[in-house]
Protein backbone atom coordinates (compact mmCIF):
# COMPACT_ATOMS: atom_id res chain seq x y z
CA UNK A 1 0.00 0.00 0.00
CA UNK A 2 1.02 3.37 -0.70
CA UNK A 3 2.13 5.34 2.53
CA UNK A 4 4.12 8.15 3.02
CA UNK A 5 6.46 8.79 6.93
CA UNK A 6 7.75 11.48 8.59
CA UNK A 7 9.37 10.80 11.34
CA UNK A 8 9.72 13.68 13.21
CA UNK A 9 6.62 15.07 15.07
CA UNK A 10 8.37 18.26 16.22
CA UNK A 11 11.59 20.35 15.20
CA UNK A 12 12.98 23.09 17.02
CA UNK A 13 16.17 24.79 15.35
CA UNK A 14 17.93 28.14 16.23
CA UNK A 15 17.30 31.11 13.42
CA UNK A 16 20.16 30.69 10.49
CA UNK A 17 20.48 27.08 11.98
CA UNK A 18 20.66 24.73 8.75
CA UNK A 19 17.24 21.68 9.10
CA UNK A 20 16.47 18.45 7.56
CA UNK A 21 12.74 17.09 7.29
CA UNK A 22 12.89 13.70 6.61
CA UNK A 23 10.09 11.82 4.39
CA UNK A 24 9.85 8.01 3.77
CA UNK A 25 7.39 6.51 1.40
CA UNK A 26 6.14 3.23 0.50
CA UNK A 27 5.43 3.27 -2.87
CA UNK A 28 5.68 0.40 -5.76
CA UNK A 29 7.07 2.53 -8.37
CA UNK A 30 8.55 6.06 -8.50
CA UNK A 31 5.88 8.48 -7.15
CA UNK A 32 5.39 11.96 -7.69
CA UNK A 33 6.11 13.70 -4.15
CA UNK A 34 5.62 16.84 -3.02
CA UNK A 35 6.56 19.11 0.43
CA UNK A 36 4.03 21.88 1.19
CA UNK A 37 4.03 24.19 4.04
CA UNK A 38 0.74 25.49 6.18
CA UNK A 39 1.37 28.29 8.25
CA UNK A 40 -1.50 28.54 11.32
CA UNK A 41 -4.96 29.17 10.15
CA UNK A 42 -3.72 28.60 6.15
CA UNK A 43 -4.22 26.22 3.81
CA UNK A 44 -1.23 24.33 1.97
CA UNK A 45 1.76 26.07 0.30
CA UNK A 46 3.26 23.95 -2.37
CA UNK A 47 7.41 24.33 -1.93
CA UNK A 48 8.23 21.89 -4.22
CA UNK A 49 8.00 18.87 -6.23
CA UNK A 50 9.53 15.64 -8.14
CA UNK A 51 8.48 13.97 -10.76
CA UNK A 52 11.24 12.57 -12.53
CA UNK A 53 14.92 13.62 -13.33
CA UNK A 54 17.41 15.65 -11.90
CA UNK A 55 17.03 13.84 -8.02
CA UNK A 56 17.44 17.36 -6.53
CA UNK A 57 15.08 20.10 -6.65
CA UNK A 58 14.84 23.46 -5.63
CA UNK A 59 11.55 25.09 -4.75
CA UNK A 60 10.30 28.72 -3.23
CA UNK A 61 11.92 30.28 0.13
CA UNK A 62 15.35 28.42 -0.52
CA UNK A 63 14.40 24.59 0.03
CA UNK A 64 15.14 22.36 -1.49
CA UNK A 65 14.94 18.39 -1.66
CA UNK A 66 16.41 15.06 -2.73
CA UNK A 67 15.40 11.73 -4.14
CA UNK A 68 16.79 8.88 -3.14
CA UNK A 69 15.36 6.16 -4.54
CA UNK A 70 17.45 3.28 -2.71
CA UNK A 71 16.42 4.82 0.62
CA UNK A 72 12.90 5.53 -0.68
CA UNK A 73 13.07 9.30 1.14
CA UNK A 74 12.54 12.80 -0.67
CA UNK A 75 13.76 14.43 2.66
CA UNK A 76 13.30 18.53 2.65
CA UNK A 77 16.19 21.07 3.27
CA UNK A 78 17.16 24.43 4.27
CA UNK A 79 20.79 25.66 5.06
CA UNK A 80 19.27 28.84 6.67
CA UNK A 81 16.41 28.98 8.81
CA UNK A 82 14.27 32.21 9.32
CA UNK A 83 11.73 32.75 11.95
CA UNK A 84 9.34 32.82 9.78
CA UNK A 85 9.72 29.39 8.34
CA UNK A 86 7.98 28.20 11.90
CA UNK A 87 5.03 26.12 10.72
CA UNK A 88 4.15 22.62 9.58
CA UNK A 89 5.50 20.40 6.73
CA UNK A 90 3.70 17.55 4.83
CA UNK A 91 5.26 15.63 2.32
CA UNK A 92 3.12 13.82 0.00
CA UNK A 93 3.07 11.69 -2.59
CA UNK A 94 0.44 10.62 -6.04
CA UNK A 95 0.64 8.14 -8.96
CA UNK A 96 -0.29 10.53 -11.01
CA UNK A 97 -3.76 11.11 -12.76
CA UNK A 98 -6.38 11.57 -10.63
CA UNK A 99 -5.36 9.22 -7.95
CA UNK A 100 -5.23 10.62 -4.90
CA UNK A 101 -2.48 12.35 -3.13
CA UNK A 102 -1.30 10.95 0.29
CA UNK A 103 -0.03 12.61 3.04
CA UNK A 104 2.60 12.22 6.17
CA UNK A 105 1.24 13.42 9.13
CA UNK A 106 3.16 16.48 9.19
CA UNK A 107 6.43 18.00 11.06
CA UNK A 108 5.55 21.49 13.13
CA UNK A 109 8.79 23.19 13.15
CA UNK A 110 9.18 25.76 15.34
CA UNK A 111 12.23 28.31 15.39
CA UNK A 112 14.20 29.39 18.09
CA UNK A 113 15.21 33.28 18.12
CA UNK B 1 -2.20 30.73 -11.17
CA UNK B 2 -4.73 28.48 -9.60
CA UNK B 3 -7.42 29.78 -7.26
CA UNK B 4 -9.53 27.59 -5.09
CA UNK B 5 -12.58 29.80 -2.51
CA UNK B 6 -13.63 27.78 0.39
CA UNK B 7 -16.52 30.27 1.46
CA UNK B 8 -16.06 29.93 4.68
CA UNK B 9 -12.85 30.04 6.96
CA UNK B 10 -14.83 29.26 10.47
CA UNK B 11 -18.11 27.81 10.97
CA UNK B 12 -19.79 26.83 14.28
CA UNK B 13 -22.77 24.39 14.22
CA UNK B 14 -24.55 22.35 16.40
CA UNK B 15 -25.11 18.51 16.50
CA UNK B 16 -27.69 17.42 13.89
CA UNK B 17 -27.71 20.02 11.52
CA UNK B 18 -27.12 19.79 7.96
CA UNK B 19 -23.97 21.68 6.92
CA UNK B 20 -22.54 22.42 3.13
CA UNK B 21 -18.90 23.54 2.81
CA UNK B 22 -18.36 25.24 -0.63
CA UNK B 23 -15.05 25.08 -3.21
CA UNK B 24 -14.92 26.83 -6.23
CA UNK B 25 -11.65 27.16 -8.39
CA UNK B 26 -11.01 28.70 -11.58
CA UNK B 27 -9.46 27.11 -13.83
CA UNK B 28 -12.06 24.79 -15.34
CA UNK B 29 -10.20 21.79 -14.14
CA UNK B 30 -12.12 18.17 -13.82
CA UNK B 31 -10.55 16.80 -10.76
CA UNK B 32 -11.27 18.27 -7.30
CA UNK B 33 -11.10 16.51 -3.85
CA UNK B 34 -12.13 17.11 -0.06
CA UNK B 35 -9.58 16.40 2.36
CA UNK B 36 -9.80 16.82 6.13
CA UNK B 37 -6.77 17.73 8.40
CA UNK B 38 -6.60 16.61 11.87
CA UNK B 39 -3.73 17.06 14.30
CA UNK B 40 -1.02 14.18 13.96
CA UNK B 41 -2.96 12.39 11.30
CA UNK B 42 -2.30 14.54 8.69
CA UNK B 43 -4.50 14.98 5.46
CA UNK B 44 -6.64 12.29 4.79
CA UNK B 45 -8.92 11.86 1.40
CA UNK B 46 -12.61 12.16 2.36
CA UNK B 47 -14.25 12.16 -1.32
CA UNK B 48 -12.91 13.61 -4.75
CA UNK B 49 -14.86 13.98 -7.96
CA UNK B 50 -13.05 13.78 -11.60
CA UNK B 51 -16.15 15.23 -13.71
CA UNK B 52 -19.15 16.75 -13.00
CA UNK B 53 -21.79 14.68 -11.47
CA UNK B 54 -19.40 12.10 -10.89
CA UNK B 55 -17.67 11.21 -7.30
CA UNK B 56 -15.82 8.77 -5.61
CA UNK B 57 -15.30 7.82 -2.48
CA UNK B 58 -12.03 8.63 -0.20
CA UNK B 59 -10.34 6.66 2.87
CA UNK B 60 -13.09 8.23 5.41
CA UNK B 61 -15.96 8.89 3.27
CA UNK B 62 -18.86 7.78 6.49
CA UNK B 63 -20.86 10.73 7.51
CA UNK B 64 -19.98 12.68 4.28
CA UNK B 65 -21.84 12.98 0.89
CA UNK B 66 -21.07 15.40 -1.73
CA UNK B 67 -22.06 17.31 -4.87
CA UNK B 68 -20.74 18.44 -8.32
CA UNK B 69 -23.45 19.94 -10.32
CA UNK B 70 -21.11 22.27 -11.98
CA UNK B 71 -17.71 21.83 -12.88
CA UNK B 72 -15.72 25.08 -11.19
CA UNK B 73 -17.89 23.82 -8.05
CA UNK B 74 -17.46 21.03 -5.15
CA UNK B 75 -19.48 20.86 -2.31
CA UNK B 76 -18.84 18.90 0.94
CA UNK B 77 -22.06 17.62 2.78
CA UNK B 78 -22.24 16.78 6.32
CA UNK B 79 -25.94 15.02 6.38
CA UNK B 80 -26.14 15.13 10.49
CA UNK B 81 -23.27 16.79 11.87
CA UNK B 82 -21.66 15.51 14.96
CA UNK B 83 -19.23 16.49 17.30
CA UNK B 84 -16.20 13.84 16.13
CA UNK B 85 -16.29 15.79 12.45
CA UNK B 86 -14.69 18.84 14.47
CA UNK B 87 -12.03 19.31 12.38
CA UNK B 88 -10.23 21.53 9.07
CA UNK B 89 -11.55 20.74 6.08
CA UNK B 90 -9.59 21.38 2.90
CA UNK B 91 -10.35 21.59 -1.01
CA UNK B 92 -8.22 21.07 -3.18
CA UNK B 93 -8.11 21.19 -7.55
CA UNK B 94 -5.74 19.23 -9.50
CA UNK B 95 -4.18 20.49 -12.43
CA UNK B 96 -2.72 18.11 -14.98
CA UNK B 97 -0.03 17.71 -17.30
CA UNK B 98 3.56 17.11 -17.61
CA UNK B 99 5.04 20.34 -15.90
CA UNK B 100 2.41 22.12 -13.99
CA UNK B 101 1.17 18.80 -12.39
CA UNK B 102 0.27 19.49 -8.83
CA UNK B 103 -2.86 20.30 -6.64
CA UNK B 104 -3.81 23.93 -5.37
CA UNK B 105 -5.52 23.90 -1.80
CA UNK B 106 -8.00 26.07 -0.53
CA UNK B 107 -7.49 28.21 2.86
CA UNK B 108 -9.30 25.81 4.54
CA UNK B 109 -12.72 25.97 6.82
CA UNK B 110 -12.53 25.05 10.25
CA UNK B 111 -16.08 23.48 11.67
CA UNK B 112 -16.84 23.36 15.12
CA UNK B 113 -19.63 21.16 15.83
CA UNK B 114 -21.09 21.81 19.47
Known amino acids: AQSVTQPDIHITVSEGASLELRCNYSYGATPYLFWYVQSPGQGLQLLLK??????LVQGIKGFEAEFKRSQSSFNLRKPSVHWSDAAEYFCALTSGGYNKLIFGAGTRLAVHP | DVKVTQSSRYLVKRTGEKVFLECVQD?????MFWYRQDPGLGLRLIYFSYDVKMKEKGDIPEGYSVSREKKERFSLILESASTNQTSMYLCASETTGDHNYGYTFGSGTRLTVV
Open chain 2, 27 to 31: MDHEN
Open chain 1, 50 to 55: YFSGDT
